[in-house]
């Protein structure tokens, strides 16, 4: 079972890129932390397996892509690389959106947050537990 794959953390939240990258480091997962978009877009290079990507970025004084538009870059550079959307929020078009865009999953920011997402990364990397 080979674990020992590479999976972007995208999202300007410390605290959730904290808590979600020491569970999947301590799964076996080799984790990058990124803070925006466009730094998880520079590191494309390094090629991940997946990407877990934050809808909403914000950055005081400075305009940052948002989601949708990294994801849309993503999926230039990388088209076969899988990604999971984070959103704080449950607006139904959003997600409409993001499925028509081809997005992979769509983990919902609440108390669920760190089960749903490794049952999705276990899914679409299909790791056998």
């Given at each position: 079972m080979?674990?020992?794959?590479l999976i972007f953390v995208v999202d300007d939240d410390p605290f959730v890129t904290s808590l979600v990258s020491k569970r999947l480091t301590s799964k076996g997962y080799k984790v990058e932390a990124f803070e925006y978009g466009e730094d998880?877009?520079?590191a494309m290079k390094k090629k991940p397996d997946l990407i877990i990507l934050d809808y909403y970025f914000t950055k005081?004084?400075?305009k940052v892509m948002d989601g949708m538009e990294v994801f849309d870059r993503i999926k230039e550079i990388s088209p076969d690389v899988n990604v999971i959307m984070l959103s704080g929020q449950?607006?139904?078009e959003i997600v409409l959106e993001l499925a028509r865009k081809g997005i992979d999953d769509y983990v919902i920011k609440d108390n669920n947050l760190i089960?749903?997402?490794?049952n999705s990364i276990r899914e679409l990397l299909e790791i056998e537990e």
């Open positions: 080979d674990k020992s794959k998880c877009l520079e005081p004084g400075h449950e607006r139904g089960d749903n997402l490794e």
